[in-house]
C-alpha cells in the first residue's frame, strides 16, 4: 500500500514538473512548426510586396492561396490581417480569447500577444 502511494504521488509530481518545463519553454520550441509555416508565408508576401509593390488584399483568397495559405472553414490559418500602412500580421487563431502567436511587420518577430491590426 505503501509503495502504491509512492508511485502514484512520484508520477503525479512528475507530470507537475513536467507541465512546468513545457509552459516555460521558449515558443520557438513549442510552436516550432507553426513557425516554420509562418516564416514561408512571410517569404512569398516579401516577394509578393516587392513584385507587386503593394501587399495581398485580406480576402483575396486566390492570390493568398498561391502564396501558401490554407484556405479553412472559417477563413485561412495562420489568420492574414494587412493595413493601409503597409503593414501585415500572420496570427495563429487557436483559441477563442487570445493571446495569441503573432507575426507583425512592423515588429519582425514572433509573440504571444494580441492583434494589432484589426480586420
Known sequence: MKKTAIVVVS???????????????????TRRAD???GNSLIRNIEIYKKA???????????????????KEN?????????NG???YELIYLDE???PFLIWNSNEKK???D????QK
Open 11 to 29: 508520477i503525479l509530481l512528475l507530470i507537475i514538473v513536467s507541465l512546468a518545463i513545457y509552459w516555460n519553454l521558449p515558443i520557438d520550441v
Open 110 to 112: 514572433w509573440s504571444i
Open 35 to 37: 513557425i516554420q509555416y
Open 85 to 87: 500602412n503597409g503593414s
Open 52 to 70: 507587386y509593390h503593394q501587399l495581398p488584399e485580406n480576402n483575396d483568397w486566390e492570390t493568398l492561396q498561391k502564396l501558401g495559405f490554407k
Open 96 to 98: 477563442f480569447d487570445g
Open 114 to 117: 494580441f492583434p494589432k491590426i
Open 74 to 82: 472559417l477563413g485561412a490559418q495562420p489568420d492574414y490581417r494587412k
